[in-house]
């Protein structure tokens, strides 16, 4: 009994110092995904910015003022413009991007490790499909609220769910729009808006940006620079609706991708039924957006080798110059 009940204590310890949801981008389970993952298909083509204070409780200063709103379009490169307290930044994004196997789009900030922990700011996340009705992920932060973050102290990622800057620069946030099915005004297979909004990061209930829970979000506050508030490096599109001519026969169905989930020892059989489709790219990718295998279909069947891949979920990339699209696969040894 007294053994039992020091591994409950232990598990629940575990649970309080390392929260719950998947750790940094240099840890084992993350759902980062690198920049130059090859699992992006195309990123944002236009920005408006709304900047916020250095300091929304001090109004002597200014308001955030580094970067220019074109450093959020196009790929990542650690670019950024800041959004300052309570800022935001709206994306549109054409072809719209819509819901797939997984995530489906990625946002990145210039988070940075540091001796100990993440330095982190964070920000909202929501989607549109018109531009005028916006829709926020359920954002979860579980960073304890008894002490206020200050300037420059640091944020646990498995604390965070939901939040934009959740990683370091150079790795993307990923969100899942298959999250928001079944919302109000918004249809997620064509998302064409997305808006970013700074968290403010003060735990005085005046000033608080509360999570979907509602939580006060901690994080780092005051930031009283130029360069204060989230900063918005680029959002990156892993599913986006193809645009096709209405005699092409759409991929999606004409796919075929079996045993799916994957038993010991089978191997993943991929099967074209339109004799039109050959030239193909094939890509696997593991969750956080590794390339671990590629070719290029040459016909309308191919066996792709999946036996020496551990238990887990990966992600399948078949597109050529029209079309791409990102199936799910489970290996259940």
């Known amino acids: 009994m007294k053994k039992t009940f020091y591994t409950f204590f232990f598990c629940l310890s575990q649970i309080f110092l390392f929260g719950q949801f ?28 709304e900047r916020g204070q250095q300091n929304i409780s001090d109004d002597s200063l200014n308001y955030a003022e580094v970067g220019e709103s074109n450093f959020a379009l196009g790929i ?82 498995t604390e965070i769910n939901n939040l934009a800057g959740k990683y370091v620069g150079g790795f993307g946030t990923p969100f899942d729009l298959a999250e928001l099915a079944n919302m109000p005004n918004l249809d997620i297979s064509k998302i064409s808006h997305i808006k970013i909004v700074d968290v403010i990061g003060s735990i005085e209930d005046s000033l608080a940006t509360f999570d979907s829970e509602g939580r006060a979000i901690n994080d780092p506050f005051p930031t009283p620079f130029p360069s204060g508030g989230f ?16 005699s092409m026969v759409d991929l999606d169905h004409s796919l075929l991708l079996y045993p799916n989930p994957l038993k010991v020892g089978q191997n993943l059989n991929l099967q074209l039924t339109n004799a039109n489709f050959s030239n193909y790219q094939i890509e696997l990718f593991s969750t956080n957006g ?7 279909m040459k016909s309308t069947q191919l066996i792709l080798p999946f036996t020496n891949y551990p238990k887990g979920i990966y992600f399948l990339k078949i597109s050529n110059n029209e079309q791409s699209i990102v199936k799910k696969i489970v290996a259940n040894w």
Not at 30 to 45: E, G, L, P, R
Not at 231 to 246: C, F, N, P, R, S
Not at 290 to 296: D, G, R
């Open 231 to 246: 900063d918005l490096d680029a959002v990156g599109v892993i599913h986006q609706k193809m645009i096709t001519a209405t």
């Open 22 to 49: 998947p750790p940094a981008a240099d840890q084992l389970g993350t759902t980062a995904i690198h920049q130059d993952s090859s699992i992006f298909v195309n990123w944002a083509k236009t920005a408006i910015i």
């Open 76 to 157: 990542a490169d650690n670019q950024t413009v800041s959004l300052g307290d309570n800022g935001s930044a709206i994306l549109t994004f054409d072809p719209p991007i819509t819901n797939g196997e997984g995530a489906d789009f990625a946002v990145f900030e210039n988070g940075f490790p540091t001796q100990g922990g993440y330095f982190l700011e964070l920000a909202f996340v929501e989607v549109s499909c018109d531009g005028q009705n916006f829709v926020r992920f359920p954002a979860t932060s579980l960073t304890d609220t008894s002490v206020q973050l200050s300037t420059f102290d640091l944020v646990n990622p």
């Open 290 to 296: 590794i390339l671990l295998w590629s070719t290029e």
